[in-house]
């Protein structure tokens, strides 16, 4: 594990990354735990802070650390490795607790344990995912491309190749994404292959190309429509329950 450790992370100059997503980790962990007990009333728990009666969400915290470790990141020169890993892990901690109440930036009001809290749980999990997929050497669609692009001259015809191949797999994003297929076309973003099962496949009975493809007055449109149906409920519903009972055991229940 060591050897393994040295060699993809530490010698591929990923270390900071590693300390990034470690931060993000075990800072929602903590808060979870910690809102977890204030919630529970656990007399031993320091509890919320609240100077002079204000309640201080830890977004501002986040907020704080981020800034810190944002700014000491510029600072610090490219060379410091250690330096540059302990400051992307005070920004990870920072992001963790800014995520952890997304929803209630988003809402503009305190969801945090009501149904719209999940959003909070799911930008968690995709902030955890993009940089788990950074960290094990994956790159977004067309990062490659364009620099190899720029290592071998810098041609015209590499850079357009580079450019058709990026809009291709973005067009092909989007229509993932309105399809309802989220996780589909984020992780698509990194393993391109995923975009095209995406964009080939039914939409979700709800998303927006289900309401601009299958509501038309056709056959066709109708038996795809009862066909997406169909699939929401047979395979989509269980997955969704799974991702709830998933949520709930790490961040606990929301209330309806």
Request: charged share 15%; aromatic share 10%; glycine share 12%.
């Amino acid at each position: 594990m060591g050897h393994w450790f040295d060699h993809e992370i530490v010698e591929t100059g990923r270390l900071p990354l590693f300390c990034f997503f470690a931060g993000v980790v075990i800072g929602f962990a903590f808060i979870r735990i910690s809102v977890r007990l204030i919630r529970a009333q656990v007399s031993w728990w320091p509890g919320n802070v609240t100077p002079g009666g204000l309640h201080i969400h830890h977004v501002v915290f986040g907020v704080i650390f981020m800034l810190v470790g944002g700014v000491a990141a510029l600072a610090i020169p490219r060379g410091h490795t250690a330096a540059l890993s302990v400051v992307a892990g005070l920004f990870g901690i920072g992001a963790a607790l800014v995520l952890d109440e997304f929803a209630l930036i988003l809402h503009l009001d305190d969801v945090y344990w009501s149904e719209q809290g999940r959003t909070s749980v799911d930008a968690v999990f995709v902030a955890v995912a993009v940089s788990g997929m950074l960290l094990l050497g994956l790159r977004p669609i067309a990062i490659d491309e364009f620099l190899n692009a720029g290592s071998e001259g810098g041609g015209w015809v590499n850079w357009a190749i580079a450019l058709a191949g990026t809009l291709l797999n973005l067009a092909l994003a989007a229509i993932t994404l309105l399809k309802g297929k989220i996780w589909t076309g984020l992780v698509g973003l990194f393993v391109p292959i995923l975009l095209y099962v995406g964009a080939i496949r039914l939409a979700r009975p709800g998303s927006p190309w289900a309401r601009w493809r299958y509501l038309k007055d056709t056959p066709r449109a109708r038996g795809k429509l009862a066909k997406a149906q169909w699939r929401e409920r047979r395979i989509r519903r269980p997955l969704i329950r799974a991702k709830i009972w998933l949520q709930e055991l790490l961040a606990g229940r929301f209330e309806p």
